[in-house]
Structure formats: structure tokens, C-alpha cells
């Protein structure tokens, strides 16, 4: 059973807009003692971070896409989303949930985001 299932990807014009969502298996963990973060993976390039959110709300944006995107958490929901907007085709890649503390890591299986006219 995925511990971490990523939704919400898909096709997108340069300039629009898709929100992803991260949801977190109830029966096995709750997220609000980790830091939730939005990775992605570009073909031929390393994972980078692309925002997080720790437990107290405090979030951080790669350069990259700041002011575009904005991450949230809703613990009752056990949920992390990822607001994106005026994407661009540099945003394209597969995007990935990571659940942190200091005693334990997860990871989704990712979603595809591909902007292109």
C-alpha cells in the first residue's frame, strides 16, 4: 500500500495552472509531525526541492518558482497541495511527495506535469 499517492498532474499550456495534491495513507501515518515538500524530476536532471511546508507552516520555494507556486497543508484531511500557477516548460517534469521527520522518510511514486503548447 502507497504510503504517500500524488494526484493532480497532467497537460498545461504555458501560463495555466494545476494544482497536486498529496495524500498520506490514515491507517499508517498522519503528516502533522513532518515536514511535507514537493520535489521534481526533470529527464536527464537531479531531483530538486521545489517548496516545502514543516509541521508549524513554515514553508520555502526554490528560486525558481517562487511567487508561482504555493504550497499548503490541511492535516485534517491529511493532505499536502502544491498550487501552481503561470507555469512555464521548464516546469516540466515528475513531481513528487516527501513526507520528512528525523526519524523517517516517504516518498510517493510521483505525478507527470508537462507544459506545452
Known amino acids: 500500500q502507497a504510503l504517500l499517492v500524488e494526484s493532480g498532474g497532467g497537460l498545461v499550456q504555458p501560463g495555466g495552472s494545476l494544482r497536486l495534491s498529496c495524500a498520506a495513507s490514515t491507517n499508517i501515518f498522519t503528516i502533522y509531525s513532518h515536514t511535507m515538500g514537493w520535489y521534481r524530476q526533470a529527464p536527464g536532471k537531479q531531483r530538486e526541492l521545489v517548496a516545502a511546508?514543516?509541521?508549524?507552516?513554515?514553508?520555502n520555494y526554490a528560486d525558481s518558482v517562487k511567487g508561482r507556486f504555493t504550497i499548503s497543508r490541511d492535516n485534517t484531511k491529511n493532505t499536502v497541495y502544491l498550487q501552481m500557477n503561470s507555469l512555464k516548460p521548464d516546469d516540466t517534469a515528475v513531481y513528487y511527495c516527501?513526507?520528512?521527520?528525523?526519524?523517517?522518510?516517504?516518498w510517493g511514486r510521483g505525478t507527470q506535469v508537462t507544459v506545452s503548447s
Open positions: 511546508i514543516t509541521s508549524g507552516g513554515s514553508t
Open positions: 516527501n513526507a520528512h521527520r528525523i526519524d523517517a522518510d516517504y
